[in-house]
C-alpha cells in the first residue's frame, strides 16, 4: 500500500506565492520521478513539473521562471513553490511518484488525491 499525501493548496491573490508538499508512504524500496500535475475546469490534464531522483527537473512552458520542484529524497517528498500566480494556475493539483515496491520489482506511477489552487485577479 502507498499514500501520496499533498498539503499547500488554497485561495490567493494574482502574483501571490503557495507552496505544495506532498508527502509518500507505505511500502516504498524506491522512487523515481517525482512530479505534479494539475487540471483546471474543462481542459486536460498536464504535466507542471518533474523531478528526478538525481535533481534534474522539468517545467512546462508556462510556469518556467515561476514555480520551482525539488524534493527531499530522505523524507520522499516532493515540493512545488510557485511564485507569481495567475488566475490560469488555477487547478486542481496532483502529486505522482514513479516508485517501486521490491528490489527488481516493476515501477508503477502513484497519484494523490488532488489540492486546490485558487487564484482570484
Not at 502507498?2 to 511500502?27: I, P
Not at 486542481?92 to 485558487?118: E, F, H, I, K, N
Amino acid at each position: 500500500q502507498v499514500q501520496l499525501v499533498e498539503s499547500g493548496g488554497g485561495l490567493v491573490q494574482a502574483g501571490g506565492s503557495l507552496r505544495l508538499s506532498c508527502a509518500a508512504s507505505g511500502s516504498i524500496f524506491s522512487i523515481n520521478a517525482m512530479g505534479w500535475h494539475r487540471q483546471a475546469p474543462g481542459k486536460q490534464r498536464e504535466l507542471v513539473a518533474a523531478v528526478t531522483s538525481g535533481g534534474m527537473s522539468n517545467y512546462v512552458d508556462s510556469v518556467k521562471g515561476r514555480f520551482t520542484i525539488s524534493r527531499d529524497n530522505a523524507k520522499n517528498t516532493v515540493y512545488l513553490q510557485m511564485n507569481g500566480l495567475k488566475p490560469e494556475d488555477t487547478a486542481v493539483y496532483y502529486c505522482t511518484a514513479d516508485l517501486t515496491q521490491r528490489r527488481w520489482g516493476p515501477g508503477r506511477s502513484y497519484w494523490g488525491q488532488g489540492t486546490q489552487v485558487t487564484v482570484s485577479s
